[in-house]
């Protein structure tokens, strides 16, 4: 069994930054991806961006391209999303997942997730 614990969310400004946190517990898998997906109101849930634990690869959708990084603190267990220069249409719930998956590239369907945690909301206002 494996739990997904999200934190760093909140309410700001537009041009301001956040950092979000996920937290993998219980059955790690040995390849990881790990995958932030968000979902604004009235919206599909969308891919925004993920990476490969064992490869350190990460890759983003072009809307957050140069302004979001993720990282990796496998001491904690913990991936981060840090958003800078964030913008109203950032506003939404944001999800992690995980899967356990060989490739050094990550998914960006939902349905390859396995594990999500319960979302934090994520508001920016203009």
């Known amino acids: 069994q494996v739990q997904l614990v999200e934190s760093g969310g909140g309410l700001v400004q537009a041009g301001e930054s956040l950092r979000l946190s996920c937290t993998v517990s219980g059955r790690l898998f040995k390849y990881l991806h790990v995958a932030w997906f968000r979902q604004a109101p009235g919206k599909d849930r969308e891919f925004v961006g993920g990476i490969s634990w064992s490869a350190g690869i990460a890759d983003y959708t072009d809307s957050v391209k140069g302004r979001f990084t993720i990282s990796r603190d496998n001491a904690k267990d913990t991936t981060y999303l840090q958003m800078n220069s964030l913008k109203p249409e950032d506003t939404a719930v944001y999800y992690c997942?995980?899967?356990?998956?060989?490739?050094?590239?990550?998914?960006?369907?939902?349905?390859?997730?396995?594990?999500w945690g319960q979302g934090t909301q994520v508001t920016v206002s203009s």
């Open positions: 997942a995980v899967v356990n998956d060989q490739s050094t590239s990550v998914s960006i369907y939902r349905a390859h997730y396995d594990y």
